[in-house]
């Protein structure tokens, strides 16, 4: 029995170096490759979501960053062809990523007025749903665009 113990220590360790952590890390002996890819791991990640329904057309970039803080922002155009309303707005969001929830400060800018939310998200990278509106993922180069066209009007 006696010989065991060591083959089973010996395959807990291997184990535990292969699902913990960043697998570069833990198995390249090339301390430059294991240095870069925990530089790339601290790297912010960008997430953004489309939503166009009858009444609102919507884009939302989140940047995650180090400690999951999450900072971001949404463009808005609210449009009611039967009451004719139109109203463009702006968001920031300011928050924190907790498994799959945000907790978030949002800063809305519409139609001269400033307004400030406590606001919770659910969060994926498929999709980001606040109150009752679910965002589906989104190439980020299309919805930085239009925060530009929004910019230059």
């Given at each position: 029995m006696r010989p065991l113990i060591p083959i089973f220590a010996m395959s807990f360790l291997v184990g535990a170096c292969v699902t913990g952590g960043s697998d570069l890390v833990a198995t390249d002996p090339n301390p430059e490759v294991a240095a870069a890819s925990v530089a790339a791991e601290a790297q912010p990640q960008h997430f953004c979501y489309f939503l166009e329904s009858e009444t609102l057309t919507s884009g939302v970039r989140l940047t995650l960053g180090a400690g999951s803080h999450v900072l971001g922002r949404t463009y808005g155009t609210i449009h009611d062809e039967d009451a004719p309303y139109f109203a463009y707005y702006e968001q920031t969001h300011d928050g924190v990523l907790s498994g799959e929830t945000i907790s978030v400060t949002t800063i809305t800018e519409i139609e001269y007025d400033v307004q400030t939310d406590q606001?919770?998200?659910?969060?994926?990278?498929?999709?980001?749903?606040?109150?009752?509106?679910?965002?589906?993922?989104?190439?980020?180069a299309v919805i930085e665009a239009q925060f530009e066209t929004e910019n230059e009007n």
């Open positions: 606001e919770t998200w659910r969060f994926s990278p498929e999709r980001l749903v606040r109150d009752d509106l679910t965002y589906r993922a989104a190439d980020c």
